[in-house]
């Protein structure tokens, strides 16, 4: 029996090294792959190697939201800043019980209108819709029935009057030229459909017109380290991702589409807390069952700020229902898996995200629990197991702090020495703590979740610190 036991623990703890392996590998060549855009595209901006601002793609920005009376005036006001001409804002308030549309009818001086809506998409009904053209673009208004972000996404598909939307939240703010850069790949190819920006946290930075005069690590410990994360994510497997049409998810927080094809495709879906993945993952399956030939591309220098929770609690809400949401998401098109038909989107993208995110919390708790297991029973390397540990954490957090650099240093902001040490310190901390207490969020993520699957949750809002 001794024997059984010890054969069952070295095969796990076996495989459990190999995951790590294969992860630290598959993430220390995207970061590879991500610096080297980062720079090229650098190198090109110096150059002024880019589209001239005479071209311009007509686009609906929607900004769904619930509650967010704190937020949603800074919002509306970065967007009215951005360098583009051609383009409206629609913010649709999905029921919200706090002032987020009396917020913005009095902030932008909205007048109510009769304005029938053609259902394109499936949504629930508009209670009362404003409208105002007295600023650079006109801004709407529509009040609805709650339904969820997914609902209200939709409600603002068919309020709109431009062939391309840009999909954000309403606790996020748009950096100056975003609108434009993120419409470059549309204006390069006409095959794209949709295509991804980068989202970073703007929890400690000073926005002015849509530029960051002045960017500071966050005070909280808890939102410095998703700074972290959030670079090592946004570099990592959506640059590799992009070389072969194979990203499955764009932020919901800054996204564009080809408005034509979302509405064929069946626009969101109110069912799924994942509602951004749903869709991208929808449109590879519609345009590939349909002979399609298109694009799904992502735009690195293309940024939206967004504010990232600073409690745990917080936080442990937004990466539940991300979890969901990516449950809901793959089991939803299993059917992608180990199919030809899907390209590397099946064999590559799937299988990274069936892997690597949705088992990988299960993977890492029952790892470390068979490791402390394999302990007890004195059935391990422990100096082994240490060392292999140690080195891990330290190649994670190097390459962490590698797309950390890269990005401030690409975009030329200028970063503060007690916050280069301040992230030194804290990605040991991020990789090798706060990584699996949230698996441990992620792996009970689906207990109960059908309870409180359509909800949209409720996480604290700070101001933006925008002028």
Known sequence: MRDFIQGFLLCVEFFFVLYLIGYSSFLFLSVAV???DLYASKRRNLLKNEL??????????????????????ATVRSLLALDYKLYE????????????????????DMRRIDRPIQRRVPCQPDEEVYETRAWKVPITLVRKKNGGKADALNMGINVSNYPYILCMDADSVLQYDSL?????PVLEDHRVVAVGGTVRPCNGAEIENGKVVRYRMPNKLLACMQVLEYDRSFLASRILFDKFNG????????????KSVVIAAGGYDSSTMGEDMELVVKLHVFCRENDRDYRIRYVTDAICWTQVPEKLSDLIKQRRRWHIGLFQSMMRYRNILANPKYGAVSFISYFYFLIYELFSPYIEVFGVFVTLLAFAVDLINVPFMIL???????????????????????????LYPSDAAKAILLCIVEVSCV????????????????????TWGKIERQRINIK
């Open 180 to 184: 434009e850069k993120i419409v470059r």
């Open 388 to 414: 292999f540990f140690a080195i891990y954490v330290v190649y994670s957090a190097l390459l962490s702090l590698t797309a950390f650099f890269a990005r401030i240093h690409t975009i030329d902001l200028k």
């Open 247 to 258: 990203n499955i998810i764009i932020s919901g927080a800054f996204g564009l589409f080809l």
């Open 435 to 454: 990584r699996f207490i949230l698996a441990w969020v992620r792996m009970t993520a689906l207990i109960g979740y059908h309870k409180k699957k359509n």
């Open 34 to 36: 991500g610096s080297s």
């Open 52 to 73: 001239g601002n005479d071209y311009y793609v007509p686009v609906s920005v929607i900004v769904p939201a619930h509650n967010e009376g704190v937020t949603i005036e």
């Open 89 to 108: 804002i629609i913010v649709v308030d999905d029921g919200s019980a706090d002032d987020t549309s009396q917020v913005v009818i009095d902030a932008f």
